[in-house]
């Protein structure tokens, strides 16, 4: 999925990346020396643009110091929207061969959170998983950490288990719905 400069500027902020702004006409900007690529990749006006935009949708603070620097921050609404554009480009590898274990990710999540119950289904879906039952998917590769922020975005963590399986009831259907055989 490409990103839009929206996008990479959030996610870049999300990341800790700070970046100077300066007020002076001669500064205009001094982005730290470790920058990367990204960053240089934006055009100067549309980053200003940006974010002037990100602060008065209220996604980005900024504070001043006395050498007439900005540093700029994400807030917390901006930090849950640079989550959600990091969740949205989540992709589970999936090796050449398969090791022989089974990923199944299991959840009981509360009725009062029933709309984060059916985000976490249709993200699951989205990546490939296969749905057993109503809470419980199963999925043939190395996935662990990518659940593990899925659960982290939509605070979940108590509600969610992951288990991995040598072997599991009905495997060779699943080898063949997973293209494995």
């Known amino acids: 999925m490409k ?5 990479k500027i ?14 002076s006409p001669k500064g205009y900007f001094k982005i730290i020396k470790s920058v990367s690529k990204v960053w240089k990749d934006i055009e100067r006006k549309r980053l ?23 540093k700029i921050v994400l807030t917390k609404e901006g930090q849950k929207k640079a989550l959600k554009f990091k969740l949205d480009e989540i992709e589970i590898k999936r090796p050449a061969k398969w090791n022989g274990e089974w990923r199944i990710v299991i959840f009981d999540i509360p009725e009062k959170l029933k709309k984060t119950r059916e985000a976490l289904r249709i993200k699951l879906k989205e990546l490939g998983f296969l749905e057993l039952q109503k ?8 996935c662990e950490s990518e659940i593990d922020f899925i659960v982290e975005v939509f605070l979940i963590r108590p509600f969610v288990r ?4 040598k072997s599991f009831t009905n495997e060779e259907q699943l080898k063949i719905k997973f293209n494995l055989t």
């Open 3 to 7: 990103q839009t400069t929206k996008q």
């Open 10 to 23: 959030l996610l870049l902020l999300l990341s800790g990346v700070a970046l100077g702004l300066s007020r």
């Open 48 to 70: 200003y643009a940006m974010v002037r935009e990100f602060y008065n949708d209220r996604l980005v603070d900024y504070k001043e110091y006395k050498d007439g620097s900005i």
């Open 135 to 142: 809470s419980v998917f199963i999925f043939p590769y190395e």
């Open 162 to 165: 992951f288990v991995r399986a």
